[in-house]
Each structure stands twice: as structure tokens, then as C-alpha cells.
């Protein structure tokens, strides 16, 4: 599986951006998808999720503002992100977890990450 990610960018505080994210190979081993930021010394975190089952998962400091959706016909996550702040700022990873049934599979897939800044 090979994630592309794209939509990144830099942007003054209050902008939007839309990130995607395209996965490509074999998509039966792609489950559960979401969306994570890394910054500069700190640990990669969870910024939204689509679960194979259950509801749509946010960070606190996003939800109202972030929106996470799948083309599943295309095999494309979106990231909308409205009203950014500079706190957004940081490298946004694309991850797919391995589904249950994917015993062949890796655990999971990282993209290679693309740039999101918000100036002040």
C-alpha cells in the first residue's frame, strides 16, 4: 500500500486548506484511516480518525473545525481544515491501519507527510 499525501501548504491564521491523501496497491489492506500532525520534538498525534466501525474520532482542539471523509470508490481521505490557527502548524501524516480480516498485511502504512503552516 503506498499513501500520497497533498494539500499542504502555507496559510495566514483563519485560512483553510484541504489535505488528501491517495492510497494506492494493494487498498483490501487498508482499514481504519486518519489523519496525524508531528511538530518539531514532540510525538506524532492523532488529529482525526475514520474507525472501520464506530464514530469519526477528533482531536479536542480541532473538532468544529477539522472534518475527516473517505472516497471509498476513489480510495482518497480528505482533511478539511477551517479557521486554522498557528497551533495547526506541523507535518500531517496520512496512516492506514491493517484491517482484521488482512492477515497478510502490514500492521499499518504511513504517507510521507506533507507541510501545513499557518502564519499569524
Known amino acids: 500500500v503506498q499513501l500520497v499525501e497533498s494539500g499542504g501548504g502555507l496559510v495566514q491564521a483563519g485560512g483553510w486548506l484541504r489535505l488528501s491523501c491517495t492510497a494506492s496497491g494493494d487498498t483490501a489492506c487498508v482499514g481504519a484511516m486518519g489523519w496525524y500532525r508531528q511538530v518539531p520534538g514532540k510525538e506524532r498525534e492523532l488529529v482525526a480518525a475514520?474507525?472501520?466501525?464506530?464514530?469519526?474520532q477528533y482531536k479536542h482542539s480541532v473538532e468544529g473545525r477539522f472534518t475527516i471523509s473517505k472516497d471509498s470508490d476513489k480510495n482518497i481521505l480528505y482533511l478539511h481544515m477551517s479557521d486554522l490557527t498557528p497551533d495547526d502548524t506541523g507535518v500531517y501524516y496520512c496512516?492506514?491501519?491493517?484491517?482484521?480480516?488482512?492477515?497478510?498485511?502490514?500492521?499499518?502504512?504511513w504517507g510521507q507527510g506533507t507541510q501545513v503552516t499557518v502564519s499569524s
Open positions: 475514520i474507525p472501520s466501525a464506530g464514530n469519526l
Open positions: 496512516n492506514a491501519d491493517r484491517p482484521r480480516e488482512g492477515y497478510w498485511c502490514e500492521y499499518d502504512y
